[in-house]
């Protein structure tokens, strides 16, 4: 079908160049955020939207998918285009309303500081606090100003949520949450399955769990368990577990050169992520995001992270998680076509960072690379061994109220979502809300706090935290697969052989779940994962 093929390359010659301009205004907004910044992304972003959004060509597309074989390089490319072309398919205004309300609110998230008795500190500083103090009070002051973000940006989301939810219901779809997974190749049945999947095989093992760490907790600051609040935990989403007693991991990688490390882990694969580190902005400042990312900028080598490290184990872990996605990016095919230049999906390429960001908890690692003697490693591989499970029934706990949260976000953007989110809290991570968290609605007339919205994601990467936690499912699932053909990943050159033959190189041309199948020999499932937190 040689008017197929035109078809496809033309549009791919076009959208090219402003994908390209759309990746290199994100990385300079968010790594210095102003109101120049902020226009060119704007720009840019909504050049792009407006070349998708050629009804003509998603016409000509849509046609052509039909009659495309299925299985094919040629349909998987137009599917690629349709599922990127689809939700641009919208009125001028309502597409710029929506361009211009997230980087609006992507600005605030980069900008805005939380403020301890008038002292504006930025997310480190904080974490600092929640990590190392004795003190309640500063502790509770700490998460607070962690919170106050939400305050500053919870009606330009839910506003955006409204927006995306028209946007959707124009294209004949129920609401942007369902029209997301379907744009994605993902089942919204199975994924609810999967929740329940998840939420049955993690519950009492976490109950477990966190009844022996709320004991300690309140040994240490002096209360009954029941008074434990979110400030008593050292991260303020309680999405990462508290230091166990006896290793202090930090403490190890205080003097540590994290970059030094992380090129070490992927050198002893056989992964070269050196030109990466090279362009990489990896150090916090005023002005720039306070989180980490890695982007591929124009498909063809430009692979860049965004990070704020500190020398300790969360930003070690940081490191290898962000450079996981940069050895994906790197070795995807350069032969294949523009559009499927890209990892197979999200999910897929979250779950080989995972494995990598693990690595910082891994007895094997911390000996062969991150530098621990082996009298210590002895004493504490039990330890280690419990922190890793922890990381997982935390992660795990904490996914499921992310996921299920943003599902009734999109469901119903009016309703008392300051008290859903703690509803969710609540049952999922066993965290008792504060006392001034009672909601909107709350019967006793105190006023709820939009804490839900302190968390980036709901509002600049909507629909996407469910890939993390396939993301994880699957990361164990290659670990295991991996152990199996190259005995582990710490220092295998056969292992980076593997990921890229297996996982790398076809890029987008493999739906993500025939990835994962030809890759380990099963579909996705939970039971690895399962078996490594029970």
């Known amino acids: ?35 120049e910044t902020d226009r060119r992304r704007q720009e840019a972003e909504l050049r792009l939207r407006e070349a998708l959004s050629d009804r003509d060509t998603f016409a000509a597309v849509s046609d052509a998918r039909q009659g495309a074989a299925r299985g094919s390089l040629e349909r998987r490319r137009l599917d690629v285009l349709f599922q990127q072309m689809q939700p641009n398919q919208l009125d001028a205004d309502l597409r710029r309303r929506i361009v211009e309300l997230e980087t609006k609110v992507e600005g605030v998230y980069n900008t805005h500081r939380g403020e301890i008795d008038g002292e504006r500190v930025n997310d480190n500083r904080i974490e600092e606090i929640l990590l190392n103090s ?22 330009i989301v839910l506003e955006l949520v409204r927006l995306r939810n028209e946007a959707a219901r124009s294209l004949g779809y129920r609401d942007h949450y369902a029209m997301a997974l379907a744009l994605d190749d993902l089942d919204e049945d199975r994924l609810l399955t999967t929740l329940d999947e998840v939420d049955a095989a993690t519950a009492a093992p976490f109950a477990e769990w966190k009844g022996r760490l ?32 006896g290793l202090d991991l930090d403490e190890h990688f205080a003097a540590a050169d994290l970059e030094s490390l992380t090129l070490r882990t992927y050198e002893g694969l056989g992964l070269d992520v050196r030109p990466v580190m090279e362009q990489s902005d990896l150090y916090s400042r005023e002005g720039k995001s306070q989180h980490a990312f890695c982007i591929h900028i124009d498909r063809e080598g430009d692979v860049r992270v965004l990070s704020n490290n500190v020398p300790n184990e969360r930003w070690a872990s940081t490191m290898l998680h962000e450079f996981g996605h940069a050895a994906y990016d790197r070795y995807i095919d350069v032969g294949l076509p523009f559009v499927l230049r890209a990892p197979s999906h999200m999910l897929a390429t979250e779950a080989v960072a995972m494995l990598f960001g693990r690595r910082s908890r891994d007895p094997d690692w911390l000996a062969g690379v991150g530098g621990m003697s082996a009298d210590r490693l002895e004493r504490t591989r039990a330890m280690l061994a419990e922190t890793q499970r922890g990381a997982g029934l935390v992660f795990a706990r904490w996914a499921l109220v992310v996921v299920q949260f943003e599902r009734g976000l999109y469901h119903d953007p009016d309703a008392d979502h300051d008290r859903r989110w703690w509803d969710l809290v609540e049952r999922h991570q066993r965290i008792a809300r504060p006392e001034s968290r009672s909601g909107r609605a709350a019967g006793d007339g105190t006023v709820g706090s939009p804490d839900w919205a302190a968390k980036i994601h709901l509002a600049v990467a909507p629909v996407y935290y469910q890939n993390y936690l396939y993301g994880e499912l699957m990361a164990s699932q290659l670990d295991a697969a991996l152990k199996v053909c190259a005995g582990g990943v710490v220092d295998r050159v056969e292992a980076g052989k593997w990921l890229i033959e297996h996982v790398f190189r076809p890029g987008a041309a493999k739906r993500w779940d025939d990835l994962v199948a030809d890759a380990t020999g099963e579909p996705l499932t939970a039971r690895h994962f399962v078996a490594q937190v029970s």
């Open 1 to 35: 079908m040689p008017g197929v093929a035109n078809l496809v390359t033309e549009l791919e010659c076009r959208l090219r160049p402003l994908e390209v301009e759309v990746g290199r205004a994100w990385w300079e907004f968010s790594t210095r955020t102003s109101e």
């Open 134 to 155: 004795d003190d309640v009070d500063l502790r509770r002051k700490a998460w607070e100003a962690s919170k106050s973000v939400g305050g500053a940006v919870a009606a």
């Open 214 to 245: 709320d004991a300690e907790r309140a040994g240490r600051f002096g209360c009954a368990v029941g008074d434990l609040r979110p400030w008593h935990y050292d991260d303020p989403f309680f999405q990462e577990p508290p230091r166990v007693a």
